[in-house]
């Protein structure tokens, strides 16, 4: 029985991003119908979509309105698309917290990023990706404050991350060091929208995508290379 093929995707994304985690779910199942074809170790790089974003946030309705200058009912009519789209996906933003929902809002992510590389530079990818659907769902879910330093290593402990490590992490140079250049190397690329998905280092799937076209497009990958791989 031959091994499935091995591929490396590196996901440029933020958690703040609807899309991200409607294509990282869409993803996950062209992932689990490949099985045994085609085997991939997720790696995910920052992408700040609001950089400048204050701690305190900013109402997510008020904030598609004020960037993207669309009216109330604009931003509502958006809204409900998107939550369309992820529930195509499998995946429901509605609220699972307690008591009444609070008012989404838009947090600044640079300290999540650095607790992101954190789990990926020292402990692992599949850490890593087990942290990112925890910030997913802590957002976009839950409606915790992303920005709030707590809630952040609460989420790294949940991951089964040393809390003392992740508290540390969260102002680390060095890893504020690995968030900027993951950011410089999202610009040498072009990319300037999330998700964007690069496999093996060349080949780009942007935007997110349907499990048919992202099983594809591995596929295609895979082929390729092996034909590359025979020509030599």
């Excluded at 997510?60 to 409900?80: C, F, V, W």
């Amino acid at each position: 029985m031959s091994q499935p093929a091995k591929v490396t995707i590196d996901i440029w994304s933020d958690i703040m991003c609807p899309w991200c985690v409607i294509g990282v779910r869409q993803l996950d199942a062209a992932l689990v119908g490949l099985e045994g074809e085609i085997e991939a170790a997720v790696r995910f790089h920052p992408f700040e979509l609001n950089p400048d974003m204050p701690p305190e946030g900013e109402d997510q309705r008020a904030h598609i309105m004020r960037k993207y200058g669309r009216t109330a009912e604009q931003a509502a009519d958006a809204s409900e698309r998107m939550r369309g789209a992820a529930d195509n996906a499998g995946y429901s933003f509605g609220y699972t917290g307690e008591g009444e929902a609070p008012p989404a809002r838009m947090w600044n992510t640079r300290a999540a990023h650095r607790l992101l590389a954190h789990a990926l530079r020292d402990y692992s990818p599949q850490m890593q990706v087990r942290l990112k659907h925890l910030m997913f769902d802590a957002h976009f879910r839950q409606r915790r404050t992303m920005s709030d330093p707590a809630v952040l290593v609460d989420l790294a402990v949940q991951a089964g991350m040393d809390g003392e490590a992740a508290q540390t992490a969260l102002t680390d140079a060095d890893l504020d060091a690995l968030v900027e250049a993951g950011e410089q190397q999202a610009w040498d690329w072009n990319i300037s929208g999330v998700p964007a998905m690069v496999v093996n280092g060349k080949f780009m799937i942007p935007g997110a995508q349907d499990p048919q076209t992202y099983a594809s497009v591995l596929r295609k990958v895979v082929e390729r290379e092996a034909q590359q791989a025979a020509a030599q």
